[in-house]
């Protein structure tokens, strides 16, 4: 099998944010067993129809990196509850289809979610309101294990940086079985076109 293909993208863009932390952690994890990216997206602009066709650059390549992934893991915070508006904003541009034969980039891939925040909920709110979204377009959820951080405070070492103390068996557990989850998803699909 093909070395697989793990795509993060963060809902913040805080330059030290302790989800873009948490996606290197899991990077760190997995490097010896797939190729982990983390997608940057600063640049997408604001979802206007005016602006739809054709799709602005940054939105091809935002487009062309999904596509090539063999699964999406979200690292979300939660804000007031919910996700961020910066990744509502992405999934909107996401969502749309390519062309008349192409379904959207995001249809039946693989997603996996976790998030640390300052809070109590550990964005478990932000992640239910996630799984909504993601599965309304379709996309092929591992709602177990996710890994919710909350008082992230609590899990800094002495430079303020993510530590994961508490939580770091977790993240190791997801990452496995999230690539567990993609290589039986490529193992139908191959199945399927040697018609075995
Ligand atoms: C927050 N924060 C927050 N935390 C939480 O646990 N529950 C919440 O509902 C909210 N709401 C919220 C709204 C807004 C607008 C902001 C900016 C922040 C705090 C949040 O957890 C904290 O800022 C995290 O550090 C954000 O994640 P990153 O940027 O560190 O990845």
């Known amino acids: 099998m093909k070395r697989i293909k793990i795509l993060a993208i963060v809902g913040s863009l805080r330059k030290d944010s302790y989800n873009r932390q948490l996606a290197l952690a899991a990077k760190k994890i997995l490097d010896n067993r797939v190729d982990f990216s983390i997608l940057e997206y600063q640049d997408v602009p604001l979802m206007n129809e005016d602006i739809e066709f054709p799709a602005p650059e940054a939105v091809r390549r935002v487009r062309e990196e999904v596509k090539s992934a063999d699964g999406i893991w979200f690292f979300t915070p939660e804000y007031n509850h919910f996700f961020s508006g910066v990744l509502k904003n992405l999934i909107d541009w996401l969502s749309r289809p390519i062309s008349d034969e192409e ?9 996996a979610i976790s998030g640390a925040s300052l809070g109590m909920s550990g964005t478990g709110l932000a992640q239910d309101h996630l ?54 998803r490529i193992m139908c699909r191959e199945k399927v076109a040697s018609g075995n």
Do not use: C, H
Request: proline share 6%.
């Open 131 to 184: 799984v909504t979204l993601i599965s309304f377009l379709n996309m092929d959820v591992m709602n177990v294990p996710r890994v919710v951080i909350p008082n992230v405070m609590e899990q800094l070492d002495s430079d303020g940086r993510l530590a994961l103390k508490e939580s770091y068996p977790f993240l190791e557990e997801q990452a496995n079985a999230f690539v567990d989850f993609i290589e039986k």
């Open 103 to 111: 379904q959207n980039v995001l249809w039946g891939k693989p997603a």
